[in-house]
């Protein structure tokens, strides 16, 4: 067991699984000399060369692209995506054609490759470059959507990630890249696919995924304050989505409150809030509750930015008010 | 007789065969068998045959909307094509592509689409899987002037340029994007004017002259093969047909298309196999008759398949869920 950054784990996920691999391929904007935005591949062009570790030009669109087709004919790429936002830009190669190959032309095929990508506010950086746009993707059949919490999930999920035949969207933290965790030694897996349970308490169950797995648990704690005992449950794999360890807490604790970055309509808790509704009907003590940004861009100054994202507070205030009036 | 004039009787024969699977579709259409759309490729046979000459069979071919004649070309069944128009399990892709989503790759047809544009960065991606993994495989990819205008084709032959990658890159030059001409679509009307600014060789020929589309496709792919990196080749050409099913084509001059009729690629190609002596008259009237042959074969074939069991509609969706 090692303590690492969150970041430095998903470096060393990487170089890891290209040593193993010689079809492992980077490509990205700035990634080789630069190491990447957040400098998340430093390094890694000098052990693996340019060759395998690819700057691209600035298109989105078409180096996902290549991706895939290199994905189709016997590579296994990496591309990183310098922030969520510029997603959008690849949304073509990614729903029309990396989701739907394996469907639409049967086993004869497979897409493996992994989008890199952090997202999410909370660094001042305005409308662009602070969304967090994973709805968009879980939405599209044929892709699995990863968002890990924790180093040691970062580390784990993206190695299985990288072995999985299957095109997988990475969904990484800005805010995570600089939380230390502790991180298993030695080739460690964490299955996609299949939630975590970070606490148990038998009042109340928070669910959350990424950065907000973090102030779900702080909200937690401030509850314990209060007498109010609420299980934690990480998500960590949006696509596809392991609602039965959700559906198993909230039998037992009748109550639910679901969290997420991204903006209110639409999102992951509406999906997780519609799932529960079905399964577990019987169980409820309290309507299914979402807490989610407002429905509004990502405002860059701080004390805006803070307004429309949501916090431990509100998570806090939430589930301490469904306690409270159910 | 050579090597080279027995394959261009030979591909004589390929090009009749789309001609005359498109014809029997359309047939099938008109009977109300066929649901959907299609885009035929009527008038561009010389394109996809001429250009797939030039390859090696373990080469890789990426195609479009107008897929037919280059998934024929590179070696597809009929009967298999014509399963996947009729929507029955025995098709290429099991009856959920239809008619712009078919494969084999293994024959190297790496894939038709509906997304225009959106093969030419995967391509690409193919391409560069080829010189990561030093396989001497070239890649030819088509497309249409109307991709031409799409972002994802300038990203993707940047790319190629910049990477020195194996690619051919092959621009049907129909004239008309649905019914929109060139010129009202693009400042610069030559696709091969457009793109030599991004530093690829390119050229731009007569689509509809079979040896000329074989030639250049010859050196392109010669150049890839030798490390020389990607060229384009623009093929002037002519849809003799709609956009699709759905399209009466009332938007092309009458004269337009009388001059093309005049050039009709399987005319131009076997005019010349008889001027030259390497066809008889008799010998293309065979050609077309085994082509018959098999279009009925086909059209007999997926009539009889069965159609894809309903259980199946959620599998394939993963590999590893």
Redesign the interface.
Same mark, same amino acid.
């Given at each position: 067991m090692a303590e690492m950054f969150y970041s430095h784990a998903i470096r060393q996920a990487i170089e890891e699984e290209m040593t193993r691999d010689e079809r492992i391929?980077l490509l990205g904007e700035d990634i080789a000399g630069y190491g990447g935005a957040f400098k998340l591949t430093e390094g890694i062009a000098d052990k693996f060369g340019i %060759?395998?570790v690819?700057n691209?030009?600035i298109?989105e %669109? /078409? *180096? +996902? /692209? +290549?991706? +895939?087709?290199?994905?189709?004919? %016997?590579?296994r790429?990496i591309v990183e995506i310098m922030f969520m936002d510029f997603i959008t830009l690849a949304m073509? =190669?990614l729903a029309?054609?990396a989701a739907? *190959?394996?469907? =639409? *032309? %049967?086993? =004869? +095929?497979?897409v493996p490759m992994v989008v890199r990508t952090p997202a999410g506010a909370g660094r001042g950086y305005g409308p662009t470059h602070s969304q967090s746009l994973e709805k968009w993707l879980v939405a599209t059949?044929?892709l699995?959507v990863a968002a890990p919490a924790t180093a040691a999930d970062a580390k784990g999920m993206l190695k299985s990630a990288i072995r999985?035949?299957?095109p997988v969207v990475f969904i990484e933290s800005k805010i995570l890249y600089g939380r230390r965790g502790e991180v298993p030694d030695g080739d460690y897996t964490v299955p996609?696919?299949e939630a975590r349970t970070v606490r148990e308490g038998k009042d109340i169950t928070i669910v959350a995924y990424s950065r907000m797995t973090e102030e779900a648990l702080k909200a937690a704690e401030a509850l314990t304050r209060h007498d109010i005992e609420a299980t934690v449950i990480d998500l960590r794999t949006l696509a596809?989505m392991d609602t039965d360890t959700v559906a198993a807490s909230v039998e037992e604790t009748g109550r639910v409150v679901v969290v997420e970055e991204g903006n209110l309509t639409g999102g992951i808790a509406a999906e997780v809030v519609a799932r529960v509704a079905r399964d577990c009907f019987d169980y409820l003590a309290a309507p299914p509750t979402r807490v989610a940004a407002l429905d509004v861009p990502v405002p860059a100054s701080r004390v805006l930015e803070q307004a429309a994202t949501p916090d431990w507070e509100q998570i806090g205030k939430a589930a301490a008010q469904l306690v409270a009036d159910y | 007789m050579s090597d080279s004039a027995s394959r261009a009787l030979d591909d004589y024969q390929r090009m009749c065969l789309i001609r005359q699977f498109e014809l029997a579709l359309d047939e099938l259409f008109a009977q109300g068998l066929i649901t959907g759309t299609s885009h035929f490729c009527t008038g561009q046979e010389a394109c996809a045959v001429g250009a797939i000459a030039a390859l090696r069979p373990d080469d890789l071919v990426t195609s479009n909307h107008r897929g037919h004649g280059h998934f024929l070309a590179k070696g597809a069944d009929p009967g298999r094509v014509m399963a996947e128009l009729l929507g029955k399990a025995t098709g290429y892709s099991s009856g959920r592509g239809g008619s712009q989503h078919m494969a084999d790759f293994s024959i190297g047809f790496l894939g038709s689409n509906g997304i225009t544009g959106g093969m030419t960065p995967i391509a690409t991606g193919a391409a560069l899987s080829q010189k990561l993994l030093n396989t001497s495989r070239v890649v030819v990819c088509f497309f249409g002037d109307g991709a031409s205008g799409q972002g994802a084709c300038a990203e993707a032959l940047n790319m190629a340029a910049v990477w020195d990658l194996p690619i051919v890159y092959v621009c049907e030059n129909n004239q008309y994007a649905m019914s929109t001409p060139v010129p009202q679509a693009f400042g610069e009307p030559s696709v091969a004017a457009r793109f030599a600014g991004y530093g690829i060789p390119t050229c731009r020929i007569d689509g509809n002259d079979y040896f000329a589309v074989r030639q250049a496709a010859r050196q392109g792919a010669d150049r890839a093969r030798s490390d020389g990196g990607p060229t384009l080749i623009e093929a002037l050409t002519y849809r003799m047909c709609g956009h699709s099913k759905s399209d009466k084509c009332e938007y092309r001059p009458a004269e337009e298309e009388q001059h093309w009729a005049q050039r009709d690629p399987l005319q131009v190609l076997a005019d010349r196999l008889v001027r030259d002596g390497l066809a008889s008259k008799a010998d293309l009237d065979e050609r077309q008759e085994r082509v018959s042959t098999r279009v009925r074969h086909a059209i007999e074939f997926a009539q009889s398949s069965p159609a894809p069991d309903p259980e199946t509609v959620r599998d394939d969706l993963y590999v590893s869920f």
């Open positions: 391929i %060759g395998r690819r691209t030009p298109c %669109g /078409g *180096f +996902v /692209g +290549v991706a +895939v087709g290199a994905a189709l004919t %016997g590579l790429p073509d =190669q029309n054609h739907k *190959f394996r469907y =639409q *032309f %049967g086993p =004869q +095929v497979c059949p044929g699995i999985c035949d299957d996609l696919g596809p | -």
